[in-house]
């Protein structure tokens, strides 16, 4: 807590000048981000230090595993949903973003299971939701023995799992059929800070500098 209270005081001190008008004009005209960014809540993966965004340009979601469930998923498990009918209808954002990342702890759990004595039913029903992404790897990935790029091989299926369950939201497909919304599957190396995006063409994810530059 003295970390974060110092930074606290910090901020304040250095860093909210530059940010003073911006905050005010945020605080008088309210938000307008243009993208909701979903991503983990690893402590590692931060959406608007990788993106060098501002206050008030990014809607961010963070949950374990950067998990989207289907429309249909309801109860304590499905909060996220809230946030894209928000971000989607209330705030019409222009894009969303899901974000994976390597050596997902998430992940691993998804793959291995949980921890033998330590019940966290909680844990394992989130989880769960994301189960075809393990019988994708049981099929699909069979040949791959390293247990780190099971893990990523894991986290780039979960993003494009998340993009499918996306389309279930009647808002979000709505405004995908008239072109006001669009989607993208990311996915962030933690050692290196490269971002890679899914080229649908290229059924695989590449460097978001060579993706942008075929567009």
Same mark, same amino acid.
């Given at each position: %807590?003295? !970390?974060?209270?110092?930074?606290?005081?910090?901020?304040?001190?250095?860093?909210?000048?530059?940010? +003073?008008?911006?905050?005010? #004009?945020?605080?008088?005209?309210?938000?307008?981000?243009?993208? /909701?960014?979903?991503?983990? @809540?690893?402590? #590692?993966?931060?959406? $608007?230090?990788?993106?060098?965004?501002?206050?008030?340009? &990014?809607?961010?979601? !963070?949950? *374990?595993?950067?998990?989207?469930? +289907?429309?249909?998923?309801?109860?304590?498990?499905?909060?996220?949903?809230?946030?894209? $009918?928000?971000?989607?209808?209330?705030?019409?954002?222009?894009?969303?973003?899901?974000?994976?990342? @390597?050596?997902?702890?998430? %992940?691993?759990?998804?793959?291995?299971? /949980?921890?033998?004595?330590?019940? %966290?039913?909680?844990? @394992?029903?989130?989880?769960? &939701?994301?189960?075809?992404? #393990?019988?994708?790897?049981?099929?699909?990935?069979?040949? *791959?023995?390293?247990?780190?790029?099971?893990?990523?091989?894991?986290?780039? $299926?979960?993003? &494009?799992?998340?993009? $499918?369950?996306?389309?279930?939201?009647?808002?979000?497909?709505?405004?995908?059929?008239?072109?006001?919304?669009?989607?993208?599957?990311?996915?962030? !190396?933690?050692?290196?800070?490269? /971002?890679?995006?899914?080229?649908?063409?290229?059924?695989?994810?590449? @460097? &978001? !500098?060579?993706?942008?530059?075929?567009?």
């Amino acid at each position: %807590m003295e !970390k974060l209270i110092a930074g606290v005081h910090r901020f304040r001190a250095a860093e909210f000048g530059p940010y +003073r008008e911006l905050f005010r #004009r945020l605080s008088r005209e309210g938000q307008n981000p243009h993208t /909701l960014f979903i991503t983990c @809540s690893d402590s #590692r993966v931060l959406a $608007e230090l990788i993106t060098q965004s501002k206050p008030g340009d &990014l809607f961010v979601v !963070k949950n *374990l595993g950067n998990i989207v469930p +289907r429309a249909d998923v309801t109860g304590s498990t499905n909060s996220t949903a809230a946030a894209i $009918e928000f971000a989607v209808q209330t705030l019409q954002v222009n894009d969303i973003v899901v974000c994976g990342h @390597s050596q997902c702890g998430a %992940m691993s759990a998804l793959l291995g299971g /949980l921890p033998a004595g330590e019940p %966290m039913p909680h844990l @394992s029903a989130w989880l769960e &939701l994301a189960a075809p992404v #393990r019988h994708v790897l049981q099929k699909e990935y069979s040949h *791959l023995l390293d247990p780190e790029a099971r893990v990523t091989a894991a986290g780039e $299926e979960n993003v &494009l799992f998340a993009l $499918e369950n996306l389309q279930t939201y009647p808002t979000v497909k709505a405004r995908l059929e008239d072109g006001s919304l669009h989607l993208h599957a990311w996915f962030f !190396k933690i050692a290196t800070a490269e /971002l890679f995006n899914y080229d649908p063409v290229e059924k695989q994810f590449v @460097s &978001l !500098k060579k993706s942008v530059a075929a567009e």
